[in-house]
């Protein structure tokens, strides 16, 4: 099985889901935290007030991708808001 992108760049999932635990294993202690947010996000868009996302650079950039992410999902489960 040819394991490469079509740009030719070899990958490994096991590297990939390796990273990605490490990563979560860093913000494992924010569960409350990452909660609390979730709920607060659920409560002002159920107020049918909005959420602003803002940034500088790679941040500005993060903050379209989050902002897109949640109206693609916003858009997909609405009725259950």
């Known amino acids: 099985m040819n394991n490469s992108f079509s740009a ?9 889901l390796l990273e990605a635990r490490s990563s979560f ?4 202690h ?3 935290e990452i909660e609390e947010a979730a709920i607060l996000m659920l409560k002002v868009l159920k107020n049918k007030k909005k959420i602003f996302f803002c940034g500088n650079g790679g ?6 991708h989050i902002a ?3 109206i693609g999902r ?4 609405s009725e259950n808001l």
């Not at 030719?8 to 990939?16: A, E, L, R, T, V």
């Not at 294993?25 to 494992?28: E, N, P, R, T």
Request: aromatic share 6%.
């Open 8 to 16: 030719g760049k070899k990958f490994s999932i096991k590297k990939i």
């Open 59 to 64: 941040s500005a950039a993060d903050s379209q």
């Open 68 to 70: 897109a992410e949640l």
């Open 30 to 32: 924010l569960d409350k």
């Open 74 to 77: 916003f858009l997909k489960v």
């Open 25 to 28: 294993s860093k913000i494992i």
